[in-house]
């Protein structure tokens, strides 16, 4: 299985550090970043096959965020799956393309969740 990176933009530190877990568990390679205005210059330098974005953080919204991502050569297509208690459909929802995010978990997430979601988003995008 191919080792891929995973980065994480959320504000909570608790659930970061869960999350951080879970993925190391799972096989990934984590970078974790806590402030959203943060994100763009970690994925850059990072270049992690997959972000996994909070909607609903201080400072910057989830969705300028990936606004930001997407305006950058680096980052444009890097896919990203918004983490949010906002949804109550366990469906990825066309209107999320209209802000320039793929794909969406919704909160609580389960461990096994996160990582199904990773690897078929890395399947359909074609980073196998």
């Known amino acids: 299985m191919v080792m891929r990176k995973v980065m994480v933009v959320?504000?909570?530190?608790?659930?970061?550090?869960?999350?951080k877990t879970t993925l190391r568990q799972g096989g990934y390679r984590?970078?974790?970043?806590?402030?959203?205005?943060?994100?763009?210059?970690?994925?850059?330098?990072?270049?992690?096959?997959v972000i996994l974005l909070d909607l609903k953080m201080q400072g910057m919204t989830g969705f300028e965020v990936a606004n930001k991502l997407r305006v950058v050569p680096g980052?444009?297509?890097?896919?990203?799956?918004?983490?949010?208690?906002?949804f109550t459909e366990?469906?990825?929802?066309?209107?999320?393309?209209?802000?320039?995010?793929n794909y969406y978990l919704q909160k609580p997430?389960?461990?096994?969740?996160?990582?199904?979601?990773?690897?078929?988003?890395?399947?359909?995008?074609g980073k196998k």
């Open 30 to 49: 984590v970078k974790i970043v806590q402030e959203a205005r943060k994100a763009v210059a970690a994925a850059v330098e990072s270049s992690p096959d």
């Open 90 to 101: 366990n469906r990825d929802d066309p209107l999320l393309g209209f802000f320039n995010i």
């Open 10 to 19: 959320d504000d909570d530190k608790e659930f970061l550090d869960e999350l």
């Open 109 to 125: 997430i389960y461990p096994l969740n996160v990582i199904d979601k990773i690897e078929r988003v890395c399947h359909e995008t």
């Open 75 to 86: 980052t444009r297509n890097i896919p990203i799956i918004a983490m949010s208690g906002f």
